[in-house]
């Protein structure tokens, strides 16, 4: 059973800081999602990795994926009160090479503090 | 469409009631999933599809749970005999291979 832990799931920021979001998962999968959710709204996809070593940035956000640790890292520099919401990390269930379901994690609650 | 169209987006029923839920995927999107989120929770797999075929329904938590996708399009998500521990968010996405798209979700209340 595919198993998705992130920690912390609460996170109190001031802006201008830096900080990181760690998500382990418990067996194999190339595939990893970062999606962040606004109080009442749908998830929004923020970056997909798909091999060992990915990293990609977007803004003051930038993830990365390390497959032989099965851990991935979201990264927040200089945060800003608009990044406050909740980021769910997803890995995906492979089914023999197609795409299966993604499993979550709890998710981080984020909340940056002038 | 331009996007996931789930509904209704807002039920209330009551406790012992069957309701079907309804998901409208991004055209051409060859997956459907439902996943069900309780408030502060990330999301739990329910089931899934590809075209017709459920591939996948090990997420539903019983046998008052069941979806379909007759046509390889729209999904219907039934829960029969509702109970308030149903109560939640439930929420589809589609994806056309890879990716995945989520809608807005319904909000399902048993009263």
């Known amino acids: 059973e595919l198993k998705v832990e992130q920690n912390p799931l609460f996170l109190s920021m001031q802006e201008g800081k830096n900080y990181t979001i760690y998500c382990n998962y418990s067996?194999?999968?190339?595939?990893l999602y970062w999606y962040r959710q606004d109080p009442g709204k749908s998830l929004e996809s923020l970056f997909v990795l798909l091999s060992n070593g990915a990293v990609k940035q977007e803004g003051r956000l930038m993830a990365s994926l390390d497959t032989k640790a099965r851990l991935s890292t979201l990264h927040i520099t200089a945060a800003v009160h608009d990044l406050s919401a909740t980021y769910f990390c997803a890995v995906v269930l492979d089914y023999g090479g197609s795409q299966g379901n993604l499993i979550f994690g709890k998710g981080t609650k984020l909340s940056v503090k002038p | 469409g331009a996007g996931v169209s789930q509904s209704p987006r807002y039920k209330v029923t009551k406790r012992g009631q069957d309701v079907a839920l309804r998901c409208d995927p991004i055209?051409?999107?060859?997956?459907l999933y439902w996943y069900r989120q309780a408030l502060g929770q990330g999301p739990e797999f329910l089931t899934y599809?590809?075209?017709?075929?459920?591939?996948?329904k090990s997420g539903l938590p019983n046998d008052r749970f069941s979806a379909e996708r007759p046509e390889g399009s729209i999904s219907t998500l039934t829960i029969q005999r509702t109970e308030q521990r149903d109560s939640a968010m439930y929420r589809c996405a589609s994806s056309p291979v890879y990716g995945y798209t989520f809608g807005s979700g319904t909000r399902l209340t048993v009263v």
């Open positions: 055209s051409g999107h060859v997956s």
């Open positions: 599809f590809n075209y017709e075929a459920q591939q996948d």
């Open positions: 067996t194999t999968s190339d595939r």
